[in-house]
Every structure is written in structure tokens, then in C-alpha cells.
């Protein structure tokens, strides 16, 4: 375990953002599943939760009064019981992950029926990012460059994807969960001078076939909050 404060491996805003959502929600057992050093665990038991936590790298966490159990996301169950927790959260780990499969089937397996997932996921769809593409060939340095730091040499723990919301809907829909809120943070500033290119996206999706729509999810993957938004997208899932 890591000495001094826990801070949070994501940006500040990624975590104050779940926060937001979780706070007008009924007191329960939560799961905060990575949970990197405590960050948001020691936020979530000030706010009135009873927290558990799970991470590749235990060794990253700082919280004397909070448990942390080894959990591989990508493989095998985490360690607890089937319908156990009221909450999960999940700040930016799913894109870290190559088999987010894994862990959205666990995130529902230990979700108890009606409770709810929050996640946040890097924004890879934003129109910035997709013009990036066109003139880099690449999304995200970070992914590019797989520039990380982890206490642990597990290989996995070093892992970034372009993960998107297509495949985050399809996943949890897969298993039980319905995503019932997209939210984005502060929008960018850059916004206003991408709005008419955003519109003609959205045009040329009307010509799309209905198949590649629902393949796309275009309707919320060209939404305002993923083609303008801020550099993260915010999801509440709820279990059937």
C-alpha cells in the first residue's frame, strides 16, 4: 500500500463528475471498481456510502481505513457475492482494458436488480478526435504512445484502447444493463466553431443504412454531448 493522500489517477473533473451523479441517489453499498489509490473511495464514504474496492495494482492504494481486494478485470470474477452492491463506479477503467466484456458482465453480476452502474470513458468520438485521426492516424497519445504509470508489471495494467460508446452500449445491453444518461462535463470552446461541421455529419448519418445505425449508435454517438462535449463521456446504466 502507498503512503500519503490518495489522488486521482484520471482528471480531477472525471471524478467530481460521478460524484454529481451519485450524490442525489439513496445511501448504499458501492463498488469502485479500478480504484487506483482511494481517491474516489474516501469521497464516496464521506458522502455516506458503504465502499468496497478492487484494482490490478493494490499496491497503489493509499486509504488506511478502506479494504482493497486484487481483482483482473479483464478475467475471472471479482471477489463478491452475486447482487452484493447497490452502486458500481467505474472511472475510466474500461478503456484500460482489453476484454471490457469481462468486467461489464461482473459489474452486473454483483449489481443487485435496479441497481446502477456510473462510469466515465475518455470522449474518443469527440469531433476533435475524429479529425485527429484523419491528419495523425491516431486518437490519444497516451494510447499511442502507451505512456503509463502502474506500481505493477502486469502487462494488463498498461493496456489503453479507443474504446467507444457503440461498444460500451452493446456490451451492457449484453448484459442486463440499459444506459438511461449520457452526460458530458464542461464543453470545450472550441465547440461553437465545430457545430456547423457537426451538423453535416449529422446530415450525412440520415443517409446511413438503419443497420449501420444501430451498429454506430448513431443517433448518441453524433449527439451533441459526444461530437461537442468535453474530453469524457459520463454514463448511468441501470440493471433489468
Known amino acids: ?7 486521482p ?6 471524478h467530481e463528475q460521478i460524484l ?3 450524490s442525489p441517489l439513496p445511501r448504499g453499498r458501492i463498488l469502485d471498481a ?6 474516489l473511495a474516501i469521497r464516496l464514504k ?3 456510502f458503504d465502499v468496497a474496492c478492487c484494482d490490478i495494482d493494490p499496491a497503489l492504494f493509499k486509504l488506511e481505513d478502506l479494504a482493497v481486494q486484487y481483482a483482473e478485470l479483464n478475467l475471472g470474477k471479482v471477489p463478491f457475492e452475486d447482487e452484493s452492491f447497490d452502486y458500481v463506479a467505474s472511472v475510466n477503467g474500461l478503456h484500460r482494458l482489453w476484454n471490457p466484456a469481462n468486467a461489464i458482465k461482473e459489474y452486473a453480476r454483483v449489481l443487485k436488480p435496479g441497481g446502477t452502474l456510473v462510469c466515465s470513458i ?8 475524429r479529425l485527429r485521426f484523419l491528419v495523425t492516424g491516431g486518437i490519444a497519445r497516451n494510447v499511442s504512445q502507451l505512456n503509463v504509470q502502474q506500481v505493477t508489471d502486469d502487462p494488463a495494467a498498461h493496456y489503453r484502447s479507443t474504446l467507444l460508446f457503440a461498444q460500451i452500449k452493446h456490451l451492457m445491453h449484453g448484459y442486463g444493463l440499459s444506459i438511461v444518461a449520457l452526460e458530458t462535463a464542461r464543453r470545450k470552446k472550441s465547440g461553437l466553431f465545430y457545430y456547423p461541421l457537426a451538423l453535416l455529419i449529422r446530415l450525412a448519418a440520415l443517409f446511413s ?3 449501420d445505425r444501430e451498429a454506430f449508435c448513431m443517433e448518441r454517438s453524433n449527439s451533441n454531448a459526444v461530437l461537442l462535449g468535453s474530453n469524457h463521456l459520463y454514463l448511468r446504466a ?3
Do not use: D, Q, V
Request: with cysteine; charged share 25%; glycine share 12%.
Open 46 to 48: 464521506e458522502m455516506g
Open 122 to 129: 475518455p470522449n474518443y468520438a469527440h469531433i476533435s478526435r
Open 1 to 7: 500500500m502507498s503512503s500519503g493522500a490518495p489522488k
Open 209 to 211: 443504412s438503419g443497420r
Open 9 to 14: 489517477i484520471t482528471r480531477a473533473e472525471n
Open 20 to 22: 454529481a451523479m451519485l
Open 34 to 39: 479500478p480504484c487506483g489509490e482511494g481517491a
Open 238 to 240: 441501470r440493471k433489468a
